[in-house]
């Protein structure tokens, strides 16, 4: 059974006070609502100025694209309200069942899948097509936290703890490598964050580490095209060399930074983008650069702005509150997985990372991301109701 009253030990990591307090239950979280509210808009904008050719070579026009994708961000908003009014005690009940749901889909992926992109990622069910990797990555959260507060009472035993949440998380994760080894490893790493919160043991997770480097590396090194990348990326940072830009080496990047410089302090203007003729996917992978292009530092670091409010939302307000383990755990978790992907989208696009090609969540063109991402924050908004009561907090 899921404990029901906190543990003293993770609250005394995340800062709260080790007496037991009361739980009550009120109105969804404001700000992480407005966040992402915001964030959507941001997408809207950005996603109407930056599809245009993306729409020529669907034979459509770039208004339809953006109604559809306004279209995709009004069903993720109705899930996340609809998320919100489930006791998230409920959705834990169910995360077992999510996990192998998940990995019949991703299994499925790799015998069915749809290649776009030059990426077999896709199943195309009754001509809907989507991403297996979503579904399963929010399942994997869930069921690591479930796990976690299930074990509290012998959370360093390595045969009872550590085995079997790391079963849960290699498997699934091999399984999402296999097709998208940046949202992988970035779920990998979500992973053990929220292990290292739920006190498992740090000489257990450490060890993992070190075997999940070598074998990252030794991943990277068996595909060229990753391999490409680090290289591309470690050029960047020493010198790039005018032949190399003549051949095209680099080129994503090399063009998501001269969008940004274009857009200095305060942007080009809305839809005035010019980067987005040269930039591949600059609807999703690189919508950054366009925003940043059009908006400047000042509309570039606005968008940052809710992503890091999201985060302390989320990890310093709604966790810290949460009534349970349980709830401490996912609120981490869902906003980590939230906040991380838009922040690596942004470093990639600004050449701080190499390129991934991960989407910016609410912000780039899409739908099944945008769906289990809204699943998240339906999550957050429902363990925000049942905070406890914030009158004893201020003990110190």
């Known amino acids: 059974m899921l404990h029901t009253s906190p543990n003293r030990n993770i609250k005394s990591i995340l800062g709260t ?35 245009a050719y993306f729409a020529e070579s669907k034979s459509t026009t770039a208004f339809q694209l953006v109604t559809g994708h306004i279209i995709k961000l009004g069903i993720a908003f109705v899930v996340m309200l609809l998320v919100s009014k489930i006791n998230y005690h409920t959705l834990a009940k169910f995360s ?30 009754g001509g809907f097509t989507f991403q297996p990797s979503t579904f399963a990555s929010v399942a994997l959260i869930l069921h690591v936290c479930v796990l976690l507060a299930e074990k509290q009472d012998y959370i360093k035993d390595f045969k009872k703890t550590f085995l079997p949440i790391m079963f849960w998380v290699i498997v699934t994760c091999g399984l999402i490598g296999i097709q998208d080894f940046s949202s992988a490893g970035l779920l990998m790493s979500i992973c053990l964050i929220v292990m290292f919160i739920g006190r498992a043991s740090v000489v257990q997770l ?10 990252g590396s030794i991943l990277l090194g068996q595909s060229e095209v990753r391999q490409s990348r ?7 940072i020493k010198d790039i060399e005018s032949a190399e830009i003549l051949q095209g080496r680099g080129y994503q990047a090399q063009q998501a930074q001269i969008a940004i410089a274009k857009g200095e302090l305060m942007g080009v203007g809305i839809g005035k983008s010019t980067q987005r003729d040269f ?28 992503f890091t409010l999201i985060l302390f939302r989320g990890v310093v307000y709604i966790s810290k509150r949460a009534e349970d383990n349980l709830g401490t755990l996912l609120a981490i978790g869902c906003t980590l997985t939230i906040v991380l992907f838009g922040y690596v989208n942004a470093g990639v696009a600004s ?22 991402t809204g699943l998240m924050v339906g999550i957050l908004l429902n363990i925000s109701k049942h905070n406890r009561d914030r009158r004893q907090l201020f003990y110190a």
């Open 206 to 215: 450490g060890s993992l580490v070190i075997l999940a480097v070598l074998g």
């Open 96 to 125: 077992r069942l999510g996990m192998v749901l998940s990995w019949i889909l991703l299994i499925s992926v790799l015998v069915f899948g749809t290649a776009q992109f030059g990426a077999k990622r896709w199943l195309n069910v």
């Open 230 to 236: 680090i290289d591309e990326y470690v050029r960047q």
């Open 17 to 51: 006070s080790p007496e037991d307090i009361d739980t009550k239950t009120q109105g969804s979280d404001r700000v992480l609502l407005m966040s992402v509210i915001m964030l959507m808009i941001f997408g809207i904008l950005a996603v109407y100025s930056s599809i």
């Open 351 to 372: 050449g701080l990372l190499p390129v991934t090609g991960l989407p910016m969540p609410f912000v780039s063109y899409g739908g099944t991301s945008m769906l289990f």
């Open 279 to 306: 930039l591949p996917a600059p609807y999703n992978d690189f919508i950054f650069a366009i925003i940043a292009e059009e908006y400047g530092m000042v509309g570039a670091l606005t968008l940052i702005f809710f």
